[in-house]
């Protein structure tokens, strides 16, 4: 029998099809409408269980969600973005399907999904950063999402990097999240553009049509000075959280998604030799975490989702 995987995003609810291999086999998609409340958000998850059903019973169902999620007593903790507050959404779909689902954060099932089948495959343990409009952080140890007593577990992206720093949306300031996430890179291109009209910059910003997380990156391979002075600040900021992450859990592999991780090798390899010199131990032991990019794209959130209604 197969397993079920659902993706619940802010905009969209994607499913699929996945057998006990992690292979997906079939898929779909269907608004979110999280401005219609969180039994409509109910309705649309039951209702995609339905089309993706095809005459076929499930062995298991998995959903990722954003937020805290509480798995044991089946309930979404909290997900500002889609108004779910201490929403018991284990009950819903049990009520409209007769599937009781498994839960989970969406960082933490991509980050399953990436252990089991994707970049971290047959390694020890697996953590995935994505480097999006936050950072969020999936950390999975011997084949099991790290997820603490309440489920909240694994916001790495919530660590003071710099005492005193930058605001994060947390509440806190000096989290990586405000120096790593391509929110924070595109802050800190507009600030050096600002401060260097000369810079090649302003023309790879005008041609693309907006100032995003590629500007500093291809201003550097023309040349520019300016450019590559943001993409090493950036890689030394992300490099710090990075370090951290490695000297605290010793990974086999640490995978990186997002649209700042597209960059691939131009910001791997900077970052691989800026953690080695900072591990602890780095000098002199023999292996060292893996730093590479993540090969499910959004895949990873409905494999990671039917893993879990497996485990």
């Given at each position: 029998?197969?397993?079920?995987?659902?993706?619940?995003?802010?905009?969209?609810?994607?499913?699929?099809?996945?057998?006990?291999?992690?292979?997906?086999?079939?898929?779909?998609?269907?608004?979110?409408?999280?401005?219609?409340?969180?039994?409509?958000?109910?309705?649309?998850?039951?209702?995609?269980?339905?089309?993706?059903?095809?005459?076929?019973?499930?062995?298991?169902?998995?959903?990722?969600?954003?937020?805290?999620?509480?798995?044991?007593?089946?309930?979404?903790?909290?997900?500002?973005?889609?108004?779910?507050?201490?929403?018991?959404?284990?009950?819903?779909?049990?009520?409209?399907?007769?599937?009781?689902?498994?839960?989970g954060n969406d960082a933490?099932?991509?980050?399953?999904?990436?252990?089991?089948?994707?970049?971290?495959?047959?390694?020890?343990?697996?953590?995935?950063?994505?480097?999006?409009?936050?950072?969020?952080?999936?950390?999975?140890?011997?084949?099991?999402?790290?997820?603490?007593?309440?489920?909240?577990?694994?916001?790495?992206?919530?660590?003071?990097?710099?005492?005193?720093?930058?605001?994060?949306?947390?509440?806190?300031?000096?989290?990586?999240?405000?120096?790593?996430?391509?929110?924070?890179?595109?802050?800190?291109?507009?600030?050096?553009?600002?401060?260097?009209?000369?810079?090649?910059?302003?023309?790879?910003?005008?041609?693309?049509?907006?100032?995003?997380?590629?500007?500093?990156?291809?201003?550097?391979?023309?040349?520019?000075?300016?450019?590559?002075?943001?993409?090493?600040?950036?890689?030394?900021?992300?490099?710090?959280?990075?370090?951290?992450?490695v000297n605290i859990f010793?990974?086999?592999?640490?995978?990186?998604?997002?649209?700042?991780?597209?960059?691939?090798?131009?910001?791997?390899?900077?970052?691989?030799?800026?953690?080695?010199?900072?591990?602890?131990?780095?000098?002199?032991?023999?292996?060292?975490?893996?730093?590479?990019?993540?090969?499910?794209?959004?895949?990873?959130?409905?494999?990671?989702?039917?893993?879990?209604?497996?485990?």
């Amino acid at each position: 029998m197969n397993y079920l995987g659902i993706d619940l995003g802010g905009t969209n609810i994607k499913g699929g099809v996945v057998n006990r291999a992690g292979e997906l086999l079939r898929e779909a998609s269907r608004p979110t409408n999280a401005a219609q409340g969180p039994d409509a958000i109910a309705d649309g998850i039951a209702a995609l269980i339905r089309e993706l059903e095809a005459g076929e019973t499930f062995a298991g169902v998995g959903l990722g969600c954003p937020g805290t999620v509480d798995d044991e007593n089946g309930e979404v903790v909290c997900a500002f973005n889609l108004g779910l507050i201490h929403y018991a959404l284990r009950d819903a779909i049990r009520e409209r399907t007769g599937y009781s689902i498994r839960l989970g954060n969406d960082a933490n099932i991509a980050a399953l999904a990436e252990a089991a089948v994707g970049a971290g495959k047959g390694a020890h343990s697996t953590v995935v950063i994505t480097l999006g409009t936050g950072v969020g952080c999936g950390v999975v140890l011997e084949g099991r999402m790290l997820t603490g007593w309440t489920g909240a577990a694994s916001e790495l992206g919530h660590m003071v990097i710099a005492e005193g720093g930058a605001p994060c949306t947390c509440g806190r300031r000096g989290c990586f999240e405000a120096y790593a996430s391509a929110t924070a890179l595109i802050r800190m291109t507009r600030e050096t553009m600002d401060a260097q009209p000369e810079s090649a910059m302003h023309a790879v910003a005008k041609a693309n049509g907006a100032v995003d997380g590629r500007t500093a990156f291809a201003a550097k391979e023309r040349g520019d000075a300016a450019g590559a002075e943001v993409v090493r600040q950036y890689v030394k900021y992300l490099a710090a959280g990075v370090t951290n992450v490695v000297n605290i859990f010793f990974p086999e592999v640490i995978a990186f998604s997002g649209g700042v991780a597209n960059q691939g090798e131009a910001l791997l390899a900077p970052l691989r030799e800026e953690v080695r010199r900072q591990e602890f131990g780095g000098r002199y032991v023999r292996r060292h975490t893996r730093l590479v990019g993540c090969e499910l794209g959004y895949q990873a959130g409905i494999i990671g989702a039917a893993l879990l209604a497996q485990q």
